[in-house]
Structure formats: structure tokens, C-alpha cells
């Protein structure tokens, strides 16, 4: 269901360099269509623990625990953060 293969970390070719980049967040959909169903995101917090966040409700996770869900949900986008230059 999922072609999108999640990494916690990517190392990108920029120029002569490796860039390095940390994965701090996921929006996912549940649902037959975009414009009908239900979006979950799950953010990563400061201090590297992540959240659940569905509608009013934020609950603790963990990226494995959300990898292994992944065939409940569609990823709509991931947020990636540069850490090295």
C-alpha cells in the first residue's frame, strides 16, 4: 500500500559534499480518497521522543511502532531537517 519507504536519516549529494538529514515528521492519510478520510501526523519532539497527534489527541510513539502501522495509513509527506553542511 505504501511505496514510500521511510528513513530516519538521508545522505544527499549536494555538489562535492554528503548532506545529512534527520526525519522530524510525518503526515499520513486514512482513507479511499484526499479529499474525504482522516490525516495523522506524527512529529518528532525536541527532545527525540515522537508524538501522535490525531485530531484533539497527542499520544507518545515510537518510529518503529509507526513503521509497522505503515500499512494502515498512506504517507501524504515527510519533513526532514539538515543537520550537517
Not at 545522505?11 to 522530524?24: I, P, S, W
Not at 507518545?60 to 495509513?73: A, C, G, M, P, V
Amino acid at each position: 500500500m505504501n511505496p514510500v519507504k521511510v528513513e530516519e536519516k538521508l545522505v544527499l549529494e549536494e555538489g562535492d559534499k554528503n548532506v545529512t538529514y534527520q526525519l522530524t515528521g510525518i503526515i499520513s492519510h486514512k482513507g479511499s480518497e484526499l479529499k474525504c478520510g482522516h490525516y495523522i501526523a506524527f512529529i518528532k519532539q525536541p527532545d527525540k521522543t515522537w508524538a501522535k497527534c490525531d485530531d484533539s489527541t497527542v499520544r507518545q510513539t515510537d518510529l518503529k511502532q509507526i513503521k509497522s502501522q505503515q500499512n494502515t495509513f498512506q504517507i501524504y509527506m515527510l519533513g526532514y531537517e539538515q543537520v550537517t553542511r
